[in-house]
């Protein structure tokens, strides 16, 4: 059934369709989520163990390395990756993706359970999570309130704004920068707890165990039932300071007389800069999988509400966000769609001349297009890069099946036939091209959609974006664009075209090309050959930098700088990068931020700071962020004591990394430290680091285990004297003290003063097993030593990761190639060896993909082009064109000096599908005329004169929209149009050896099937 003929002859069931299609696509355009990238959800577990004061060397061997062991045989382990710092031991296991989480999180609990009686006995319980939250902050805010002081902005930021945000859906984290936590600190005196016989060990345990409630059990008193508890706690600071602490010898001593009790606030180990300023501000992390762009809606809309509740005077101003990118980006991406979409509009008229037909074929894109969302809505896609990329690229192929048809249409038209008879006779000739022409499409998007890795789960949407929008333009090419022009085209004069100059010089060119077959093939393929020796020329890479209007500086200090001397480097940066015309604010993160939802209040590291500097719009610059970014470095290295980095934000960094690793640590770090030195002199790159931590000051406390034998001391309660008279035990193991609202610390430990004094470590008191005071150098050497501060581990090996930001004009591959000829690389001994990861990892996962994909879609458009015209012979001519294209993709990337990356290879599959539709529609009508009798050279010069106009029309109207990418316009666009540059360079020349090449193939294989059959015949 010739499915154009029935919609022509009933025309109100496709116009139902296609307007319930639109309502449905519109409708769900507005419900989209818009984020930067589509959300890949990888199934990573972390493993932490802690031990406090263990050396990272120590952990490593005790814990870290059996838990890689134990874990290391649970199947769908993708890679196994371990940081060890003092005191901590986080490994995560990356699963294959496909792997459910939950399953993934029981069976590395399970592992680690079976282990545990090999772990030290004095560790943490391992703590086994999975990862539910994505790239850095998403958003920082900034929290101000008149009157009120450090204290109460801090808690209003962990109690009432963090517990509010938590609740929006998508939200993972909310940390706090700056600001303290409240603290009651008893500071001891180790002079009066001398003199008392006590130690601080011991004051540690009784303030802890005094002050406590416990339930007491239950009791039947008076025919009632009654609950019995425990009430330790004492009421009051003056109630503390008044806590007899029982001495060892006997009797007790009021705590106020053992040092001070102040209710105060713990000492800082993170701060928050805006500008230079101190502030209090908190980040939003988002959950993994969560829709970024409506994450900051949500969260903007609950501060809103959430300001009427707090104290009058608060202000929550927002320092920086991720979605303000995104949003740019998406309306760039909006933007190409729309210009694009024009541009293919304007095409079609210029070559049709008549504004009915160019508007029948134009209403072919947003017919195609509004159905395509409810598609996406339905299977969970967002409007993300790769999502409006497969719209934007498509626009000028959503019309070809359009303009395939009206052109016919119109031709017979001026044949003197009326538009509904052109209609049904133009619509029925051309359909087995027009379905070749899109099943060829179709068919090239759907391996790229199901490549395996990350590379597929980043191109899925792409694809079936792209088919399902390509698909209902076969639907409209078929149902309303006949049917449009069956009633609304007008009536034309019967009239013989006349052939223009155009057509003349083609028949010219086609008449040698086919009266020297011979030379005109041995000039394809040596084009041909020569687009192959193309690709030795140009650099390969993942994603070009991306100017985000935002750089992100890492600072590390060295080891054992304090957070005074972190916020110093801080101001000095911050200073430095305020003085430049670009930089608009400058926000800092001193330490580790609090995490209220953790309980981890105090931060971890002091000796790093991250710096988010905001840039003005990139239409008020004269520099790119990438340029920009490598004159700041120069600067801010200057800074004495620091270590500088940048990053990206989320997505991909396009920054190299090579990852060393080896068994042997003292040859792993000399090969990486030689590397490095020679990395940092090489001109393509710059910001070289390395992840080897720098070694740490630290005082070794070495007990004499003979003499502690003798007083009748243990190892352990060496520790625990050491860990309380310093750090005053772990946070959860503090008692507590109860006020309205919350519970906060205890904190025992010396005073400021004592803790700064190794003479006075030296002389703590522990209490022997016969409740003796034995000074601590009596049974162990106090020393200063240093170790180092970090291990990377990667694929239980111990791993050094190098990592440098890419020049203007440098790719990924050049780059690599480069370090990988320098004499350090070269004569690195055999134990140690290079491990892709990060960008050069999935660089080499994409390429691989996209290899495989393209095989495939090799294949399966030989296959659709064997069912659709019922041989196997003419889709091999078909074909021809496919690597005609090559040459000209190569050249355009040349030329416009882009490297062949990861947008480039996505353009190289979409020229597969695109080449063969100027070929199906030369083969087709040489078929269809050779059957009505016409003879094969005739029906070739036939169909070329025929197909030339709708050739070179939707070769143009595709050209033209991919023309807006090409340019690179807008937020983002800098690396998207190597794709579309690709692509328009591919059809330029395959389109126009195409209508040579081809019809000199068909003539040599239509003449070698005549031979076989005559030969079959006579057999």
Known sequence: MNISAWAIKNPIPSIVLFLLLSVAGMSAFFSLGVDENPNIDLPIVIVSIGEVGAAPSELETQVTRKVEDAISGISGVRHISSTVNEGLSATAIEFELGVDSDRAVNDVRDAVTRIRQQLPQQITEPQVSRVDFVGGPLATYVVACEGATLSELSWMVDNSIARALLTVRGVGQVQRSGGVDREIRIQLDPVKLDAHGVSAAEVNAQVRALNIDLPGGRTITGGQEQSLRTLGSAPSIERLRRTRIAIPMGGWVQLDQLGTIENGFNEPRQKALLDGKPVVAFQVVRATGANLVRVADGIDEKLKALEAQLPHGTTIRKVRTNATFVVESYNASLEHLVLGSSLAVVVIYWFLRDVRAAAISALAMPLSVIPTFAVMKAVGFTLNNMSLLGLALVVGILVDDAIVEIENIVRHTQMGKTPYDAALEAADEIGLAVVATTATIIVVFVPVAFMGGIPGQFFRQFGLTVAVAVFFSLVVARLLTPMM?????????????????????????????????????????????????????????????????????????????????????????????????????????????????????????????????????????????????????????????????????????????????????????????????????????????????????????????????????????????????????????????????????IRVQLAPEYRDNLETIRNLKLISNKR????????????????????????????????????????????????????????????????????????????????????????????????????????????????????????????????LGMYALIGIVMLMGLTTKNSILLVEYVLTAMANGTPRTQAIFESGEARMRPILMTTVAMIAGMTPIALGIGAGAEVRKSMAIAVIGGLSTSTLLTLVVVPVVFSYLDQLSDWFRRRFKQR
Do not use: C
Not at 543 to 571: C, N, Y
Not at 589 to 611: E, I, Y
Not at 612 to 617: A, D, F, I, W
Not at 655 to 670: F, I, P
């Open 485 to 745: 022009a069956a009633y609304w085209l007008k009536e034309m004069p019967p009239h013989e075209s006349k052939s223009g100059w155009l057509t003349r010089f083609y028949d010219r060119v086609l008449g040698w090309a086919l009266a020297y077959r011979g030379p005109t093939l041995i000039l394809a393929a040596t084009f041909f050959l020569f687009s192959l020796g193309l690709f030795a020329m140009i650099p390969t890479n993942l994603i070009g930098q991306v100017d985000r209007g935002e750089l992100i500086v890492t600072v590390t200090l060295t080891p054992g700088s304090s957070l005074a001397q972190s916020t110093r480097a801080a101001e000095q940066l911050t200073e430095i990068l305020r003085r430049q015309k670009e930089v608009t604010q400058v926000f800092a993160s001193v330490g580790t931020p609090a995490d209220p939802a953790t309980g981890s209040m105090s931060g971890g590291a002091v000796n790093k700071a991250t710096l988010y500097v905001t840039l003005v719009p990139r239409q008020q610059r004269d520099v790119s962020q990438a340029r920009f970014e490598e004159k700041m470095g120069e600067e801010l290295m200057k800074v004495p004591g620091t270590r500088i980095s940048f990053s990206s934000g989320d997505g991909l960094s396009g920054r190299l990394q090579v990852v060393l690793s080896g068994e042997n640590g003292a040859e792993l770090e000399k090969a990486a430290q030689q590397l490095l030195v020679e990395m940092r002199q090489m001109p393509e790159i710059y910001d070289v680091n390395s992840s080897e931590g720098q070694e740490r000051p630290e005082i070794i406390v070495r007990p004499n285990r003979a003499l502690a034998a003798e007083q009748g001391v243990s190892v352990s309660s060496i520790s625990l004297l050491a860990m309380v008279a310093t750090l005053g035990d772990l946070d959860q193991n503090l008692a507590k003290f109860d006020l309205s609202d919350r519970q906060i610390n």
């Open 772 to 899: 003796q005071l034995v000074p601590l150098h009596s049974v162990a050497t106090v020393e200063m030593g240093q170790g180092p501060s970090q291990i990377d581990r990667f694929e239980r090996k111990r791993k050094v990761q190098l990592e440098a930001s890419l020049r203007q004009g440098v790719s990924l591959g050049d780059a690599l190639a480069a370090v990988h000829r320098l004499p350090a690389y070269k004569n690195m001994p055999k134990s140690v060896s290079e491990t892709p990861s990060g960008d050069v990892e999935i660089q080499a996962d994409i390429f691989g993909g996209f290899l495989g994909a393209m095989g495939a879609a090799v294949m399966m458009i030989y296959a659709v082009l064997v069912l659709l015209f019922s041989g196997f012979v003419h889709p091999l001519t078909i074909m021809v064109a496919l690597p005609l294209s090559i040459g000209g993709a190569i050249m355009g990337l040349l030329v416009a000096r882009e490297p």
